[in-house]
């Protein structure tokens, strides 16, 4: 089958040992991407950092411009999924590390949810990820790299009042654990994180007034036995493990980044 990408040339060039790793991150302009970028970035690698608006990238990629670099798109776009492969591929000739991080919280009861909610919920968690991934793969092959999905806790048990968001990231750990078994024969590893409450802007990304920010912590901080929120830097720690080369026995597991809101 023609592959859309030229294939990398480091990966069984002389090099492919000592190069730094190219790591894509999308959402990378806030919360858990950035915190994402800049564990990779500290690690050496390349980041391509993923987002819609230009200047929380920027931001983001303040913390080592020579290794982070911002890519302006909507991986909701038609062409948005292999702008960014594409992109990323140009800049620094392999891919070795798919994170699919960006997302979108848009709490509804089901008996509000319409085709225009629904569809950029699904578009951005569950659809874009999809998309992004099969574009990647031609690049991950060669590198024989790592793909790591962004889920929720949540998806393992439902959240009511934001039931199609944890449908989606249930879907996401099922894609999971399907790419892991499909893909390990190309040596690509697949794996998830399972945020539980993350200091993150998701909830003024969703336009959700103060009051309920603080009433959805409530409940949260109610259902996390380590009694407190998480902080983005925890999460990009645990994405930054399983992507880790010597994470190399790990794959198809969804790790659970809650303080045991899962357990619990
Ligand atoms: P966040 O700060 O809102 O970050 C999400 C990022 O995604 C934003 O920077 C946004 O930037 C980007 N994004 C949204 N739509 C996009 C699109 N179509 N194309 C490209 N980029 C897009 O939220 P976060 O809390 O860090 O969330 C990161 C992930 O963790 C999400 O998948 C979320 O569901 C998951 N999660 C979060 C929590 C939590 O408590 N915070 C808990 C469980 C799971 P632009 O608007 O500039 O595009």
Do not use: C
């Amino acid at each position: 089958m023609a592959t859309p990408y030229p294939r990398t040339r480091q990966q069984n060039g002389p090099n492919a040992r000592t190069a730094p790793r190219t790591v894509l991150v999308t959402g990378a302009g806030s919360g858990i991407g950035r915190a994402t970028a800049h564990a990779f970035a500290d690690e050496g690698a390349h980041v391509v950092a993923v987002g819609r608006r230009e200047a929380p990238l920027v931001e983001t990629a303040g913390h080592d411009p020579s290794r982070i670099s911002p890519l302006v798109a909507d991986i909701t776009a038609a062409d948005g999924p292999e702008t960014v492969v594409r992109t990323a591929l140009d800049r620094h000739g392999r891919l070795d590390v798919l994170v699919n991080n960006a997302g979108l919280v848009n709490g509804r009861s089901l008996r509000t949810y319409t085709r225009a909610t629904v569809d950029p919920l699904l578009a951005t968690n569950l659809l874009a990820p999809v998309l992004l991934t099969q574009a990647a793969l031609p690049a991950l092959e060669d590198s024989r790299g790592v793909i790591v999905n962004v889920t929720t806790s949540v998806g393992q048990r439902g959240w009511p009042g934001n039931s199609l968001y944890a449908a989606g990231k249930a879907a996401l750990e099922v894609l999971t654990r399907s790419w892991a078994v499909e893909l390990a024969p190309l040596g690509i590893r697949v794996a998830a994180v399972a945020p539980g409450a993350i200091d993150t802007p998701i909830g003024d990304h969703a336009g959700l007034a103060p009051e309920q920010q603080a009433a959805i912590r409530a409940w949260q901080l109610d259902h996390t036995p380590l009694g407190r929120i998480g902080r983005p830097e925890e999460v990009a720690w645990a994405i930054a493990r399983l992507a880790s080369p010597r994470a190399s026995f790990i794959t198809g597991v969804i790790l659970p980044v809650d303080g045991g809101a899962v357990v619990a």
